[in-house]
């Protein structure tokens, strides 16, 4: 009877550390910013977002000595992609010149350095709940 409670408790911790390990913490470091105005905005976005609607989740983070750096907590387990602006005037959107050239400095969690907007297909990852570091450059 005693190995029976002993292997039921090791069950039930098994399926709480599974269920626990739905959802977890994302970071992501621009480490080439250059300039101190404004900060960088960072979102996480899904498949259905992607530079078509606000991210799931989103951080403005300050610049120090040429890096940013944001912490995107309890996101749940699937496929997303980062993107990221150094939102030079803290409008919290992308300036383009007239002729619709960016004037800000843009990257994607794929790191693609393609002419263009990112590319979902280029931009994302897995993400399964464990702590995940991720490095974007513009």
Same mark, same amino acid.
């Given at each position: 009877?005693?190995?029976? !409670? @002993?292997? $039921?408790?090791?069950?039930? /911790?098994?399926? =709480?550390?599974?269920?626990?390990g739905?959802?977890?913490?994302i970071? +992501? ?28 989740? !989103? @951080?403005? $983070?300050?610049?120090?000595? /040429?890096?940013? =750096?944001?912490?995107?907590e ?6 997303? +992609? ?57």
């Open positions: 009877m005693k190995t029976i !409670a @002993v292997l $039921a408790a090791m069950l039930l /911790g098994a399926l =709480v550390q599974a269920q626990t739905t959802s977890g913490n970071s +992501a470091t621009v480490p080439n910013v250059s300039g101190t105005e404004g900060s960088v905005v960072f979102g996480l976005y899904s498949a259905e977002t992607f530079m078509k609607a606000e991210p799931e989740f !989103a @951080v403005s $983070a300050d610049i120090i000595d /040429g890096k940013a =750096v944001a912490h995107f309890d996101v749940p387990h699937g496929t997303y +992609a980062i993107l990221v602006m150094h939102d030079k005037n803290d409008n919290k959107k992308m300036d383009f010149d007239t002729n619709g050239m960016p004037l800000e400095n843009y990257g994607s969690s794929g790191n693609g350095m393609s002419y263009g907007p990112p590319v979902w297909e280029d931009s994302k990852f897995d993400f399964d709940g464990t702590p995940k570091q991720l490095e974007i450059r513009f």
